[in-house]
C-alpha cells in the first residue's frame, strides 16, 4: 500500500482491497473497515464471521449466508445502504427546540490526521507472544503489575525509530490528579466521581423535546451519569479500566465506545496511536517501549493500568474541549443502544422504575432489558418486581448468583450494600422497597435449599450480616 498503511486504510478507507469474513483475505485494514459498518448495523459484537452472517440472514435474507464480504459485492453494499444517518442534534429524528448542536458534534467527520507516519506502529512493530505463564498480572494487594521477561527480538532501524517517537510522545503528556485507591483489597488508579453534578449533555438529549420517549431517555442519562463524569478513570477492579461513565476496557463496552467517538472525531484516535495504544472492537494495542513490542488485550490493558501518563490519555479525549463532546455522545450512543434502549412499555413507568432497570442493565448487560426486554415488561414498573427479575436472569451466571438446591437464588454479596447496587442505583430506591417488602430470614444455605417453602424465591443477603438474606419470594417470576 506504498506510505499508506493498514490502519489507516482501516480507519480512514472506504472500498475494500479483498475479502473479509469466512475463508476471506481479511487484510487488517479491509477487516477495520468492515467491523466499522457491523457496528453501525449493531452487530459487531460478535466474531467478523458470525456477524456478517448474522447480517446476511436477518437483514439480508440469505437463507444460506457465507459469513463473506467481497469488494463491490452484495452485502459490502447492502452494510453500506443500512448505516444509521448521522445525527444533527435532534433527539430520534424529532425536532429539538432552541437547541443548537456543538461544533464539537458536527455530523461530517474530520479529514484524516497527520500522524508522521506513527500510524504504522501498529503493523510494524512486533507483538509479544505470551502465554499464562508469562501475561501481565497483578497480585492483589500489589500497586504495580508484574511484567514478565519474554524474547525479544532485534527491531530494525524502522521500529527503533517508531519506539523513540512514541517514547518522546509519552513524555509530553499531561498529568492528571489521577491517584492510586484501594478497593476491596485490590489496588488501582482513580480520577472522578459520579457524574451527579456534570453539566454536560449529549447534543442529541439536548433541547425542550418532552414526549414520552425523550423523558424517558432523559431520565435514563441522569441516571447513568451518575457512574462518573465522562473524563472518570479507574483501574481497581476486574475490568482492569474503566472510562467514563461506566465503560470498561476488558468487557469491549470501552471500546465500542471509541469505535463510535473515532466516527465522528478522527482526531481522538490519532490521540491514542501518538501514545502508541489503539484498540479495534474487540482488542487493545498498546506499545511496550521498553522492549519495543506491542502487548495485546488484557496485557495492553495491565500495560496502562497504573501508569498515569497512559491513562491521562483517555483523561484527555474526555476533557479537551476539542475532544469533549463527541465522547460524551459516543458514551450515550452506546448507553442507547443497551441500557438506555427504552422499551415503549416503561415510557410511563415512574422514573425511580426506569432509573433502576437501567442502571441494572448498564451494570449487568447480559440480564438488562436491553437483553431482555420482554422479561420486564411483566413488572408494570414495579421496583421489587424488577429486583426480581434481574435474580431469576442473574441465576444463569454463577459470578452473579447461587441457586441453592430447592431453585432459591441468592443474589450477590453486595447487593444490599448501602450506597451500592439496589441501594444506590436510582437513589436507593429499589432497595428500600425490598426492604419494605421482604421478610428477613436466617439460616445457612444448606438449611434454606433443604426448606421448600423457599423453593425458587429470590434472596439477596443483608450486608455484614451472616446467614441473613431478604427474601422477596416469588417476585418476578
Known amino acids: 500500500m506504498g506510505a499508506v498503511s493498514e490502519v489507516s486504510h482501516g480507519l480512514f478507507g472506504q472500498e475494500l482491497r479483498g475479502s473479509v469474513g469466512v475463508e476471506g483475505e481479511n487484510q487488517p485494514g479491509d477487516v477495520v473497515i468492515v467491523e466499522r ?3 453501525g448495523v449493531g452487530m459487531a459484537d460478535l466474531d467478523v464471521g458470525a456477524a456478517i452472517t448474522k447480517f446476511q440472514r436477518e437483514i439480508m435474507g ?13 452485502t459490502f453494499a447492502a452494510l453500506r445502504k443500512h448505516q444509521p444517518k448521522p445525527q444533527q442534534g435532534k433527539p430520534h429524528g424529532e425536532a429539538a427546540a432552541g437547541a443548537a448542536a456543538p461544533a464539537a458534534a458536527a455530523s461530517k467527520p474530520a479529514a484524516p490526521p497527520e500522524l508522521g507516519g506513527l500510524e504504522n506502529w501498529p503493523t510494524v512493530l512486533p507483538v509479544a507472544k505470551r502465554d499464562k505463564k508469562t501475561k501481565i498480572t497483578l497480585t492483589k494487594g500489589e500497586d504495580q503489575v508484574n511484567i514478565p521477561e519474554i524474547d525479544v527480538p532485534e527491531l530494525t532501524a524502522e521500529q527503533k525509530t517508531l519506539v523513540e517517537k512514541i517514547k518522546a510522545n509519552r513524555e509530553t503528556l499531561p498529568e492528571y490528579a489521577i491517584k492510586k485507591t484501594t478497593y476491596h483489597g485490590n489496588k488501582g488508579m482513580v480520577l472522578g466521581d459520579s457524574g451527579a453534578n456534570e453539566k454536560l449533555t449529549p447534543t442529541q438529549l439536548q433541547g425542550d423535546a418532552n414526549d414520552p420517549a425523550a423523558k424517558a431517555r432523559k431520565v435514563a442519562f441522569k441516571e447513568l451519569g451518575h457512574e462518573g463524569t465522562v473524563d472518570s478513570i479507574n483501574t481497581y477492579d476486574d475490568q482492569i479500566l474503566t472510562w467514563g461513565k461506566g465503560f470498561s476496557g476488558k468487557s469491549g463496552s470501552m471500546n465500542e465506545v471509541l469505535m463510535i467517538m473515532f466516527e ?23 506499545v511496550n517501549t521498553d522492549t519495543g513490542m506491542i502487548e495485546t488485550d488484557d496485557n495492553a490493558l495491565r500495560l496502562m493500568q497504573f501508569d498515569k501518563k497512559l491513562l491521562g490519555v483517555f483523561v484527555t479525549l474526555g476533557r479537551d474541549p476539542e475532544h469533549q463532546q463527541h465522547a460524551l455522545d459516543a458514551q450515550w450512543a452506546a448507553m442507547e443502544k443497551h441500557a438506555a434502549h427504552i422499551p415503549e412499555y416503561a415510557y410511563d413507568w415512574p422514573e425511580s422504575s426506569i432509573a433502576l432497570a437501567a442502571h441494572l442493565a448498564h451494570w449487568s448487560p447480559a440480564f438488562g432489558w436491553g437483553t431482555h426486554p420482554k422479561s420486564f415488561e411483566k413488572t408494570g414498573g414495579d421496583l421489587v418486581e424488577i429486583a426480581g427479575v434481574w435474580g431469576r436472569l442473574a441465576a444463569s451466571n454463577p459470578k452473579y448468583t ?10 450477590p454479596y453486595d447487593m444490599m450494600h448501602e450506597g451500592h447496587r439496589l441501594l444506590g442505583f436510582a437513589d436507593g430506591a429499589g432497595g428500600k422497597a425490598v426492604k419494605a417488602a421482604a421478610e428477613i430470614i436466617t439460616g445457612t444455605r444448606d438449611e434454606i435449599g433443604d ?9 439477596f443477603p443483608v450486608y455484614d450480616k451472616k446467614n441473613q438474606y431478604y427474601d422477596i419470594g416469588m417476585a418476578g417470576n
Do not use: F
Not at 426448606?451 to 434472596?459: A, E, F, G, I
Open 402 to 411: 447461587t441457586v441453592l438446591k430447592n431453585g432459591a437464588i441468592v443474589g
Open 62 to 74: 440469505w437463507p444460506k449466508a457465507d459469513g463473506r464480504v467481497d469488494p463491490g459485492g452484495r
Open 37 to 39: 459498518l457491523l457496528m
Open 451 to 459: 426448606d421448600p417453602k423457599y423453593t425458587n424465591h429470590v434472596l
Open 264 to 286: 465522528q472525531d478522527p482526531e481522538a484516535r490519532a490521540v491514542l496511536l501518538r501514545a502508541g495504544i489503539d484498540c479495534g472492537r474487540n482488542s487493545w494495542r498498546v
